[in-house]
């Protein structure tokens, strides 16, 4: 690829957003670190909502039967109680009535608070008198009675039945003589059989603590367990973080975490080194995010907002992790990605066209913090084009259609778009978007205002042309001044997102830390270490991908006409690794480090501890 910039000047542009706080320092090795997947939430990140009940099942073969207790801070398990290994389905649910039966609300059978059979969990009890020390004496008393052990508020309890109300507790505690009719707080949560009426365990220690179920007691070296059509590796925790329904979280290895991420985030068997280098972004990208999610009570969601997780599979064939995505794991495990001492953000999406763009245009990224996020040029994306169904789309409208558009997110009321203007970044990507309508008025959109760029003309990147038109030779304006940055349309291209007018008054310094005045030959070294001289670059140059036209260097264009025809290429936020950019150049021979470290320039993959 040819390069169009010098590595001897840094010019960064300022904003007032910034990314992530980052984990500034090497803390150990990846095989140790723990991980919190969020399965369940309140947040809109993930795709199931709280749960009311949540049910668990042994993959057979994979372990059997069930421990249940609580992790402590760093996430290791303490155990407060078990079931045989017969017991392979069950079920946590909150400490209400729950009715086990057809729920059409929810269009299944399982346990709900509406009324729906006669098989019913209750929220009242009789806690047997005493005291016990271990699991072990509580489960006695509890064979005796016919009763469950209950750990509440850091003991163990010994309570019988599970009755609709306090009548009914009543006219059972007369039988019996001795007890107390108890309930819970908001924060119980019951675990039963599946199916039936019978609890195994109760839990509630308070509106901070949350249950831990870990499966298998049989000592299997790979335990998998369904939930909600899907196998995952590792344990879970459940809460009622406000009262009401449960938080359901999966808490296993990161790297387990990782093989759960790179099948689904990039296909399964596409080439090693591709899987290798998505294996390095995945691992990065978790280990930026630990507490991520804290008041959820989890680090990363399992959706494509963090990175999308769906553990080991599930009933579906060839789908979830293969030999060989787990063959990447396994070869990079404990490589992360390092941008000096600390940990990069790794962004990535499906593909970008020909171009991803600085974080700067499309989040206000601090860029002295995230130079690595500045955007590339990718000539090696478009070699995999027959495989990619981004590598060109069309959105077309009539102009009332767009003015209807418009209209639905509040622009151009009362009146009709008249013509748009589009700016250029240097790498050929649309960063503003100006409409005039017919009265007179405009309005600009950005990828940075709350009504985006993609979002207001539904569009699958930023990188597209109107109409076919381009930025002719030579005429290309100012695109960087309007975020303040470089306004020089020509020049030469420093770190790929701004420029230099000329050479004058520079100095480069040596291997050895000499420094001398730069002559009229200058020459650049690309990330592959090709030698060429410098460039000055005037407007529009090389191409802008499959279906976005050419408009390489940046400048503006005005767009008028009764159809505005959208032709582009790229599908996400066009930040970091492209992943088909990567599967071609890992078709090319290209390794996993060497992508990673090409979409992000000046970054090195190193190991984590």
């Excluded at 329904?245 to 099948?263: H, I």
């Excluded at 030698?531 to 940046?554: C, D, F, H, K, L």
Aim: hydrophobic share 30%; with cysteine.
């Amino acid at each position: 690829m040819k390069r169009r910039f010098m590595q001897l000047v840094a010019v960064f542009l300022a904003a007032t957003l910034s990314l992530p706080t980052v984990w500034a320092a090497r803390t150990g090795s990846t095989e140790d670190q723990m991980i919190r997947v969020g399965l369940a939430s309140s947040s809109n990140h993930n795709s199931l909502g709280e749960l009311g009940c949540a049910n668990l099942e042994n993959n057979t073969g994979y372990g059997a039967g069930y421990r249940f207790g609580y992790y402590t801070s760093d996430l290791t398990f303490v155990e407060l109680g078990r079931t045989s290994k017969q017991v392979t389905q069950i079920s946590m649910l909150k400490t209400q009535n729950m009715y086990y039966g057809y729920d059409s609300a929810q269009e299944k059978t399982t346990y709900s608070d509406s009324i729906t059979s006669n098989i019913v969990v209750g929220c009242y009890h009789i806690q047997i008198p005493g005291s016990y020390a271990t699991y072990e004496d509580a489960a006695a008393d509890a064979e005796l009675y016919d009763g469950f052990v209950a750990w509440i508020d850091g003991e163990y309890q010994v309570r019988v039945g599970a009755y609709q109300s306090k009548e009914g507790a009543e006219g059972a505690l007369a039988t019996m003589k001795q007890g107390t009719i108890v309930g819970t707080s908001s924060y119980g949560i019951n675990v039963v059989a599946t199916g039936t009426d019978q609890i195994l365990f109760q839990y509630d220690d308070g509106a901070s603590s949350a249950l831990a179920v870990l499966p298998d007691v049989t000592g299997a070296d790979d335990v998998r367990t369904w939930f909600s059509g899907f196998k995952y590796r590792g344990g879970f925790t459940y809460q009622r973080l406000t009262g009401g329904n449960l938080t359901v979280v999966n808490v296993l290895p990161l790297e387990d975490y990782v093989k759960g991420v790179v099948c689904y985030e990039m296909g399964r068997e596409w080439p090693l080194e591709a899987l290798k280098a998505q294996a390095i972004c995945a691992r990065t990208y978790a280990l930026r995010r630990l507490n991520y999610h804290k008041s959820l009570g989890f680090d990363v969601c399992n959706s494509d907002w963090c990175q999308v997780y769906y553990g080991v599979g599930s009933k579906r064939e060839n789908y979830g992790p293969s030999e060989t995505s787990d063959r990447a794991v396994e070869e990079t495990t404990g490589q992360v990605l390092w941008y000096n001492n600390t940990l990069a953000e790794t962004y990535y999406s499906s593909c970008h066209g020909g171009a991803s763009e600085s974080a700067y245009y499309i989040w206000g990224t601090d860029m002295e913090q995230y130079p690595y996020l500045c955007g590339v040029e990718d000539p090696y994306e478009s070699y995999v084009d027959d495989l990619n169904p981004y590598s060109s789309w069309t959105v077309s409208y009539t102009s009332s259609e767009l003015t209807k558009r418009l209209q639905n997110y509040g622009l151009g009321t009362n009146t009709t778009v008249d013509h748009l203007e589009l700016t250029y970044s240097q790498l050929g990507n649309v960063i503003q978007v100006k409409i005039y309508y017919a009265n007179g008025q405009s309005n600009t959109i950005t990828q940075r205002t709350k009504n985006t760029i993609r979002s207001v003309f539904g569009l699958n990147s930023i990188r597209f042309t109107i109409n076919g038109q381009t930025i002719k030779e030579g005429t290309a304006s100012a695109s960087e001044n309007i975020f303040g940055g470089n306004s020089s349309g020509n020049g030469y291209t420093v770190n790929k997102t701004d420029s230099i007018d000329d050479l004058e008054g520079l100095y480069a310094i040596s291997g050895t830390g000499t420094t001398s005045k730069l002559g009229d030959e200058v020459y650049a070294i690309s990330g592959n270490g090709t030698v060429s001289p410098a460039e000055e670059t005037s407007g529009g140059s090389s191409g802008n991908g499959s279906g976005g036209g050419s408009n390489q260097g940046g400048g503006t264009v005005v767009v008028s006409g009764s159809t505005y025809t959208f032709q582009g290429s790229g599908w996400g936020h066009q930040i970091g690794m492209s992943q088909f950019g990567a599967n071609a150049m890992a078709r090319q021979g290209f390794t996993g480090e060497e992508i990673v470290e090409f979409y992000f320039p000046g970054t090195k993959v190193d190991s984590y501890d």
